[in-house]
């Protein structure tokens, strides 16, 4: 398959998957959404577990950028200084999710909601931007990092406003939230890799998935346990946990051209 055809398969996915999505009608936020199944208030933390939980994701952010830090002048980690960005983003983004996702959970609600998919829209695009980077070269990446993350950016921002018109549309966050998640298949499959490692994007996505599994058994779980853990409250610390494999992917990678070839 000639590299004209790959693209064009690329492509097409995308092309397919965002005329599915804009195929349906305005998706607003379900009100239920925010009627978690523990409610457990202790040391005056309501939605203790749901709100600590997130604490992973500010341990990830932490040890990754400390990670970058120690990585950066190696000279096999990374063909350019330039691509240092997509995990300076990659890990502010998860700190900064972790703030968010506690504020919300904190208080439920849309108003607190969009500071929880704000940082998570960032880390989404900036994920996307890193894999392009290694199968569809450097300066691609590079040059689509600015405009995906604006894009993740605006498709929250987009949703918040039409929920205040009364018309919430989810449809554009969705299409941030998957695309990249369909796409990556495509991408690992059909082109060659710029850096080792790369079974990590796979880890990445699955476990990813495990937790959205685990989002929506939320009372399931909770019950089945006998309270002890919600199906959200997991569905945050598989989801931190999954950002871990980009700190050792960051730590254990290395390029597989000659650099400033």
Known sequence: MNSKTRMGVLLGVAALFTLAVF????????????????????????????????????????????????????????????????????FTGAFLTGLGSAYYHWAPGDATLLWDRLPMAIVFMAVFALILADRLGIELGLLALGPLVFLGLVSVLYWDHTETLGQGDLRPYILVQFLPILLLPVLLVLFPARYSKSICFVKLVGWYLVAKI?????????????????????????????????????????????VGG
């Open 214 to 258: 685990f989002e929506q058994l939320d009372a399931w779980v909770f019950t089945g346990t006998a309270g002890m853990v919600s199906g959200h409250t997991l569905k945050h610390l598989v989801a931190g946990t999954a950002l871990f494999f980009l700190v050792s992917y960051l730590e254990e990678r290395r390029c597989l051209r000659p």
């Open 23 to 90: 195929s349906f009608p305005p998706l607003a936020q379900d009100p239920d959404y925010h009627n978690f199944a523990d409610h457990i208030r202790f040391l005056g933390i309501p939605n203790f577990a749901d709100v600590i939980s997130n604490l992973v994701f500010g341990v990830v952010g932490v040890m990754g950028l400390a990670a970058l830090k120690r990585v950066a002048m190696h000279e096999q980690t990374f063909y350019r200084p330039q691509e240092t960005i997509f995990f300076v983003l990659i």
